[in-house]
């Protein structure tokens, strides 16, 4: 049996998205399959790619080919460098910078809040103590 890792298309017609799986040769391109060992969002900034790297390089090592187009999605990951023991093994995927969490977002506006709120007391403890002191002057001059 001739075994292939290959897309699985999946999503709207304008909007794909893929599972990387391992399926007989034989078998259609969105039909049964022997295993999912990842994802691909080629939709998304950057390109969304999981692969189960222990399971493809299981498959690689067994004997699966892979197709053009998930030797290139192996390629980023650095699974196949690994596989075929080449320099370049950390692979050159980006990732998505992470949004920061609700609670430390609300942390650091409520910071922000009492910084401005502390500035204002402030300047409004100061006016009095200036208009104080204008008519001391004020005073001693008359």
């Given at each position: ?6 897309l ?13 799986v ?9 039909g ?31 004997g ?79």
């Open positions: 049996m001739a075994v292939k890792i290959r699985k298309r999946l999503g709207k017609i304008r909007a794909p998205y893929y599972r990387v391992v399926a007989d040769s034989r078998t259609k391109r969105d049964r399959v022997i295993e999912e060992i990842g994802k691909y969002h080629p939709t998304e900034e950057p390109s969304l790619i999981e692969i189960t790297s222990e399971r493809a390089q299981y498959w690689l090592g067994v699966a080919q892979p197709t053009e187009q998930v030797l290139a999605l192996l390629k980023v990951t650095g699974d196949w460098q690994k596989f075929k023991g080449l320099p370049g093994a950390e692979g050159t995927l980006r990732t998505k910078a992470g949004k920061a969490d609700a609670a430390s977002a609300i942390e650091a506006a409520a910071a922000e809040a009492e910084k401005v709120k502390a500035k204002a007391a402030e300047a409004k403890a100061a006016a009095p103590a200036e208009a104080a002191d204008e008519s001391a002057e004020a005073e001693a001059e008359a």
